[in-house]
């Protein structure tokens, strides 16, 4: 089991929100266990719906997702991007290099088998840290949403001490999910390809469409990229130098290929920095906007969902006028549909604006750390191989 | 004075040795390397110090040159000018350049005497390449020169690097071909015995080169194989060489040990190099598809951000190919190089063995012929006691040129392995520092393109 504790909030920042001190959520501990993930919620509140300021709650990833859906199927939600679900904890992998490495323990020297135990402990930690961060993400998001905040199944959520008894899907549940998003997918091609009267909605639509695919598929490419750049490292050509001391380099000459062993080891070390942060800064970044443009997405699905309804609605109205029949339901029904429409259009308006503002700030300030990151790593690179190289031809 | 060994670089760049102060720290390093070598086998304190050189006196190569004298029957050339040009103490720096053979349909060999400044430009066959090692090796080898392996054949051979998903274009197959020759030719003629070799003046000098006649070009492979043959043949030997000489059973153990090592490291180098390539590839489809997400956002700023990384992100593939070429063509080439003048050195060391054997083979015979004419001599048989006597003297002869072919091998295998082992230094020494200066390029565009960037990303606003 891991612990990871921190007093400071650590919200991978994909989004940039403005602290509240009447409602502020944090993730403050989490511990990983065999299969699950514990996460203590952390809340300070000056709100009267909570019986004490300040509290704290066990929670594991599919309460989250609970309340994820919750929003998601609450109709009066309709009309905001629903802050996306954080994904869920994956340490297969990392556990299954860390067994790979256990089993390989007999066919390497102690110094490589330590140092590959650090480099998969330190990935593992890297992994639960981000899922960490993810988590707290989605309940910032949630805090501070003007009218998500006020949630009833948040409030609960965030105080209630007890286990929420909330089961992850069974395998019924799964399915019909699976066949819900089919329908909703089928549905939603025909939805969008109903033209908008309103030119800001079209525009988002067709942007939002173009722009959801670009962002996966750089979010796939960049994990490639990243990969690539991790699975570099592990190649233990630095790591063979030592041991070729005393076969190729005999006596004086030790000093010098020591010197460059040691200067391997930094710069290495310099490099496997640079792949965390491109990972952090960059890839997460992607990950984030790549869900949070599918909630845009679903949300403008939504909207046109209920538009359509809302012209269904008043053909109907006008069949029943003409026929005469049932005239009042149909009444009813087309004014329903017409609040609803209407509902939506403008709470979505505002809230496809501010999606604009949060992704613009995000990269912004993902792009410049990434960029001052790099340029830190370069320098730092350089003047561990210039100090060396000065040092190796001195010596000559 | 003199040098042991005229400093070189085996680079494909080469910008010409420095001489003077490089071998004044050579001559010191070999008589500190040799004192050190000393204080750990103290048998040995005797025959090292008074083999070896002190800076005050003679250089090591004369007497490597002179001992030939007693096989002048086997190669055809004039030794005295050889002794004489030694003893006063010329050097030949000689500085080779192998150049591209796309049109000229050879390989362009250019030998330059930075001594006299005489310059020849040849051209030259692969084959003519692998014809002149096999002459070398079979007039040296068995005296206890390490030859240096000629290339091999097939690119396949010593490495198997995949460059993404082809082999290599033939562009760089050529260029390695090259390359390896222009390293061949080099590490022969710093060779001092070799240098001299008319086999290998004629082959820098001669317009004309008579085609090698059904020479079995010795690869690396090749040298392998009879290595092996060899060390099967010692095993069946029923008398096991009584191995007197600490110095020669460490020294065999350690090169075994660095085949072990190189062969590993080289491995690793491949795998680097294999990474570093498919870095380089996902790292251009990450650019093509961030200047793609660049197209679609519809913040201007953001969007020309977007694209700016795009290009970044493409610069940045270019250099992880180049230094995957730096990576490849310093380390992995030159590791390719020693694993084959590893099983050249342990070439050398059977040959040893052999002589050794073929020694004690003629004082077993000796002892025969010895008991032999005892027994003729109760035998009164005159003539055949007479003959008796002749043999015995016949193969005192031999087991005396025995014990001095076994001691002069010794002693040429000494002074070898101290050559070599200061060369393999030197050499490792160069690539690395050529090595990291790569990397200091690398790191140098890096900063360059990131500095670049930083204003485009902050200007979002």
Do not use: D
């Given at each position: 089991p891991i612990r990871h504790s921190e007093s400071v909030p650590n919200v991978a920042v994909n989004v940039d929100l403005q602290t509240d001190a009447t409602l502020q959520v944090d993730i403050s501990d989490a511990l990983s266990e065999r299969d699950k993930v514990k996460f203590t919620v952390h809340t300070k509140s000056?709100?009267?719906?909570?019986?004490?300021?300040e509290f704290s709650v066990v929670r594991q990833h599919e309460e989250f997702i609970w309340l994820h859906d919750s929003f998601v199927e609450n109709e009066d939600y309709a009309g905001f991007i629903i802050p996306p679900a954080p994904p869920r904890p994956d340490f297969d992998a990392s556990r299954e290099k860390l067994q790979k490495l256990g089993e390989g323990e007999g066919s390497m020297t102690k110094e490589e088998f330590t140092k590959m135990k650090q480099e998969l402990e330190a990935e593992y930690l890297a992994i639960f840290k981000k899922t960490v961060a993810m988590h707290e993400v989605f309940l910032c998001r949630v805090a501070a949403h003007p009218v998500l905040r006020k949630d009833l199944n948040f409030h609960v959520f965030l105080e209630y001490n007890q286990d929420l008894s909330v089961r992850g899907k069974n395998k019924k549940e799964k399915l019909e999910d699976f066949f819900k998003n089919v329908v909703k997918s089928a549905d939603g091609v025909i939805v969008a390809g109903v033209k908008d009267v309103d030119d800001f909605f079209e525009h988002e639509k067709t942007f939002l469409l173009e722009y959801h695919n670009r962002v996966k598929d750089a979010s796939i490419k960049s994990d490639r990229m990243i990969r690539s750049h991790k699975s570099k490292l592990h190649i233990p050509f630095p790591h063979l130098f030592p041991h070729l001391f005393p076969h190729l380099f005999p006596h004086l000459f030790v000093r010098f290929f020591l010197k460059v062993s040691e200067l391997f080891e930094k710069t290495r070390k310099i490099e496997a920095r640079v792949a965390a942060d491109e990972d952090l800064k960059l890839a997460d970044l992607l990950k984030y906007y790549l869900r949070e443009s599918q909630a845009a997405k679903d949300l403008l699905y939504r909207r046109g969902r209920a538009l359509v309804d809302y012209e269904n609605a008043n053909k109907a109205l006008d069949k029943a006028r003409a026929k005469n029949k049932d005239v009042l339901q149909a009444e009813t029904t087309q004014q329903v549909c017409c609040q609803k429409f209407e509902k939506i259009s403008e709470s979505a308006k505002q809230e496809l604006i501010d999606f604009k503002t949060r992704r613009v700030a995000a990269f912004r300030k993902n792009l410049v750390e990434l960029a001052e990151l790099e340029l830190k790593h370069a320098k730092g690179n350089l003047q561990l191989l210039q100090s060396c190289l000065a040092v190796l031809k001195g010596d000559t | 004075p003199p040098s042991c060994l005229p400093a070189e670089d085996i680079s494909t760049n080469s910008n010409g040795p420095k001489q003077e102060i490089l071998l004044d720290d050579d001559q010191e390093d070999l008589f500190a390397e040799a004192t050190e070598e000393v204080s750990l086998d103290s048998p040995e304190r005797e025959p090292i110090l008074s083999d070896g050189p002190s800076p005050a006196i003679t250089p090591v190569t004369p007497t490597v040159i002179i001992t030939p004298r007693a096989e002048a029957s086997m190669f055809d050339r004039s030794l005295d000018e050889d002794e004489d040009t030694e003893e006063n103490g010329d050097t030949f720096d000689m500085q080779i350049t192998v150049s591209d053979p796309e049109k000229v349909g050879g390989f362009g060999c250019t030998s330059l005497n930075l001594f006299s400044r005489n310059e020849f430009s040849v051209k030259r066959r692969f084959s003519d390449f692998l014809g002149l090692h096999s002459k070398l090796a079979s007039k040296y080898m068995h005296i206890g020169y390490i030859v240096p392996p000629a290339p091999e054949k097939s690119i396949v051979g010593m490495t198997k690097v995949k460059v993404g998903k082809e082999d290599l274009s033939s562009a760089e197959f050529v260029e390695k071909r090259r390359s390896a020759l222009q390293r061949y030719l080099t590490r022969t003629v710093t060779h001092p015995a070799l240098l001299k070799d008319p086999d290998v003046i004629q082959f820098l000098e001669n317009t004309e080169l008579p085609?090698?006649?059904?020479?079995?070009?010795?690869s690396g492979a090749g040298i392998l194989r009879m290595v092996n043959k060899a060390a099967e043949a010692v095993n069946k030997m029923t008398i096991k060489m009584n191995e007197s000489d600490a110095w020669f059973e460490e020294k065999q153990q350690q090169f075994e040990n660095l085949d072990i090592q190189l062969r590993k490291l080289h491995a690793s180098v491949e795998s680097l190099v294999c990474h570093r390539k498919e870095l380089s590839v996902n790292t251009a489809s990450f650019a093509k598809s961030a200047a793609m997400l660049g197209n679609s956002e519809d913040h201007t700023a953001l969007s020309r951000a977007l694209s700016q990384l795009a290009e970044v992100e493409e610069k940045i593939d270019q250099l992880h190919q180049e230094q995957a070429y730096a990576d490849f063509y310093l380390f992995s080439e030159l590791l390719g190089d020693y694993v084959r003048l590893i099983a050249a050195v342990k070439g050398v060391f059977d040959q040893r063995m052999k002589t050794w054997s073929k020694w004690q083979d003629a004082q077993l015979l000796l002892q025969r012929k010895r008991e032999a004419e005892t027994k003729l001599q109760y035998a009164n048989k005159p003539d055949k006691l007479q003959q008796a006597k002749d043999e015995i003297k016949e193969w005192e002869t031999k087991v005396q040129q025995g014990e001095r072919d076994f001691e002069q091998i010794s002693k040429n295998i000494r002074q070898e392995v101290g050559r070599f082992e200061k060369q393999r230094v030197k050499d490792f020494k160069v690539v690395i520092i050529k090595y990291l200066e790569s990397l200091v390029h690398t790191q140098q565009q890096l900063i360059k393109y990131w500095e670049a960037f930083l204003p485009e990303a902050k200007a979002i606003a």
């Open positions: 000056t709100l009267p719906n909570f019986k004490q300021n | 085609r090698a006649v059904s020479t079995q070009a010795l």
